[in-house]
């Protein structure tokens, strides 16, 4: 049950008995994007509001119960974690960025993002851009999952981790795709790369660092 929904339901003066509203509630606030990383600060929020909530929908010695009331602070409730949510991002997401998987585009791979962007710029500064431009991508890639925007688990091909990418950055998607093309190119494909396109996947690196993701509801997998 949503809060706009509870809203509704107020407004059509449609209320629930203590055990419906106190029921929603808890269905609500045992999802398990709520919970799926323990303890997290979203973790003790919902907790702290189920103990509320529960102490609200306990009627106490002769106090009168308010099925309105109930309802607007079960939407009230809702709301918060809702809006923990968006601001703490999804738990799953942010206890895995602390947790750098080390398979990388087929290969193990443990650097930081900061680590593979130093080394790729030490292969820069050689010319050897075949090796600057696939350590760069693996920056990006890295990068994106250290900040808990895409994951890029065993098996997530250039393309797929583009394709991913684009969701959180739509205004980037094209040059996601020249740079996983690069990647390829040159990781499988053996043709020579360059410093142009070095310098290409270079900026769109520092450009996603710069840039806040458009968050969806679900979590992105590559």
Do not use: C, K, N
Not at 22 to 42: F, N
């Amino acid at each position: 049950m949503i809060p706009g929904r509870l809203v509704g339901l107020i407004a059509s003066g449609l209320a629930p008995d203590r055990d419906e509203a106190r029921e929603w509630a808890e269905r609500e606030l045992s999802d398990p994007v709520y919970a799926e990383a323990q303890p997290t600060p979203l973790d003790r929020l919902a907790q702290a509001i189920g103990e509320f909530l529960g102490d609200l929908l306990t009627p106490r010695g002769d106090v009168e119960w308010s099925p309105v009331l109930a309802v607007a602070a079960v939407a009230v409730a809702v709301g918060l974690v809702v809006a923990a949510v968006l601001i703490w991002g999804r738990p799953r997401l942010a206890h895995r960025a602390d947790e750098r998987s080390s398979p990388l585009f087929g290969e193990t791979e443990t650097r930081s993002a900061a680590e593979l962007r130093a080394a790729a710029a030490a292969h820069a500064a050689a010319s050897e851009w075949d090796d600057a431009i696939v350590v760069r991508f693996r920056a990006l890639a890295r990068g994106l999952e250290e900040r808990g925007v895409v994951e890029a688990p065993p098996g997530t091909t250039a393309h797929g981790l583009a394709r991913r990418s684009a969701h959180p950055f739509p205004a980037h998607g094209g040059a996601l795709e020249s740079a996983a093309r690069a990647f390829d190119d040159v990781r499988y494909l053996r043709r020579h790369g360059t410093a142009d396109l070095y310098a290409a996947i270079s900026r769109l690196d520092e450009d996603l660092v710069r840039t806040t993701p458009a968050r969806a509801p679900e979590a992105v997998s590559a």
